[in-house]
């Protein structure tokens, strides 16, 4: 009998067809698995595969939600017992939200974050976001180091498709990536055609630390890697003929090769800080007109795991440091909210807050004062390395030309409205609104 395959499907999974074309093609009995069909189906399976794609439209941040259904506790018992998982693109997402990669089963904190893509060339911002190109990456460790690499050949070069928006390997605990090549787990490195490893766009295409493409647990049976290997048969067979091996060798780390492991250091979140403008600075808050999709689904995750009523109202915030008198910026604001650079008016509508008054635009009328907007128990969320608000800035300055706007920084307002301050404390420890290893949350 075919030891069973099971690729678990997310609304919004990709490319499990041609996991289960590669699945099978290595010996596998592959099946479908819905994220939330009875989980003694899944137990059944002898190894598992997160699929690529966008789950929940990526809302909140790639992978964030998936992380926290009760699905991927199965998955944790399972890998425990030996079994191999494997996360493709957002499903290595999903394993690194989950702190089973790099960390291990017994990890439920990330070490790391897949962060939104940066294509850079020395300082000058070419693009971030979503990238669709072909890579190449390689590994030097022994083949033996993992259920992945059996069936390869030391410094083999690998070449394939990648396609996602949130792919670089980013850590704020700066002895990790050294604890990673020591404990032999970063398993591929993007290369050039030739096999050298460039710290450069585009060898590097995402902006990876470490060129990191793929990393896998201390002991080997889970890895989570940003290529999509499986999109061709004949380039992802040995990864999955390496599961096939593993498996019906007994499903053990003992068949592996592993070296004395270090513990992997831990990183300390740094206490809550309280939001505070800039002197020259304004604020835009910008919701959608129709109903926020995004904040609905992470009320529905949140209900999911035992918050009821959270009310969670979500805005994007811009942050918009200028040279402008605050009259020249009334006058100016209108023409900058008309580019669509901030802001799409069809289907958003934006608060400006300038000295301690609030505006609302209209797109007949242009900015009109109303009362100041009182938040409850809200927190900003801000990318680290702000790319988006970096590129805005670029834009309405050097093609725009409002060259008296100096810095925009953009983060995502969450405000939970009439809750109590404990249980938004329990909430913000779930990490479902921030990864600290790529994101900064402030108290509003």
Request: glycine share 6%.
């Amino acid at each position: 009998m075919k030891p069973k395959f099971a690729i678990i499907r997310f609304p919004g999974t990709n490319r499990q067809r041609e996991a289960l074309r590669t699945a099978n093609a290595a010996g596998f009995d592959a099946f479908y698995f819905r994220w939330n069909d009875d989980f003694e189906i899944l137990r059944e399976a002898s190894a598992y595969l997160l699929p690529g794609g966008f789950s929940y439209e990526d809302r909140s941040r790639s992978g964030i939600m998936c992380a926290l259904d009760p699905v991927m506790e199965v998955v944790r018992e399972e890998a425990g017992k030996g079994k191999p998982v494997l996360g493709i693109c957002n499903g290595a997402q999903m394993l690194i939200e989950s702190g089973m990669v790099p960390g291990g089963v017994k990890n439920k904190k990330p070490l790391m974050c897949l962060a939104r893509n940066v294509r850079k060339d020395e300082e000058k911002l070419l693009g971030t976001g979503f990238l669709n190109t072909w890579i190449s990456m390689k590994s030097d460790l022994n083949p033996k180091r993992s259920a992945f690499s059996l069936k390869f050949t030391k410094d083999e070069i690998v070449t394939c498709p990648i396609a996602h928006g949130e792919g670089r390997y980013t850590t704020l605990n700066e002895d990790l990536i050294k604890t990673l090549e020591a404990n032999q787990q970063i398993l591929f490195k993007y290369c050039d055609e030739k096999g050298e490893i460039i710290e450069k766009y585009p060898v590097n295409p995402n902006g990876a630390c470490d060129n990191i493409a793929a990393i896998i647990n201390p002991v080997g049976n889970i890895m989570a890697a940003m290529p999509h290997f499986e999109h061709f048969y004949q380039i992802g067979k040995p990864i999955f003929d390496s599961m096939f091996e593993y498996v019906i060798k007994g499903n053990s780390i003992k068949n592996l090769e592993i070296p004395n492991l270090k513990t992997l250091p831990e990183y300390k979140v740094p206490k809550l800080a309280k939001y505070k403008s800039g002197k020259r600075s304004f604020e835009m808050f910008v919701r959608l007109i129709i109903t926020d999709n995004e904040a609905d689904s992470v009320n529905s995750v949140l209900e999911n795991i035992g918050f009821q009523k959270t009310n969670l109202e979500r805005f994007i915030h811009f942050e918009i440091e200028h040279d402008y008198t605050n009259e020249e910026l009334l006058e100016k604001l209108p023409a900058v909210i008309r580019t669509g650079e901030l802001l799409n008016t069809n289907k958003e509508v934006c608060e400006v807050k300038i000295a301690n008054k609030t505006y609302k635009y209209f797109n007949d009328k242009g900015l009109i004062e109303e009362k100041n907007r009182k938040f409850d128990n809200a927190f900003l969320v801000r990318e680290t390395d702000d790319y988006i608000g970096m590129g805005k800035c670029q834009n309405l300055k050097n093609k725009l030309s409002f060259m008296m706007i100096n810095v925009i920084k953009r983060g995502v307002l969450w405000d939970f409205r009439a809750l109590k301050k404990e249980k938004v404390e329990e909430i913000l420890n779930t990490r479902i609104l921030h990864n600290p290893h790529a994101q900064l949350i402030l108290e509003y």
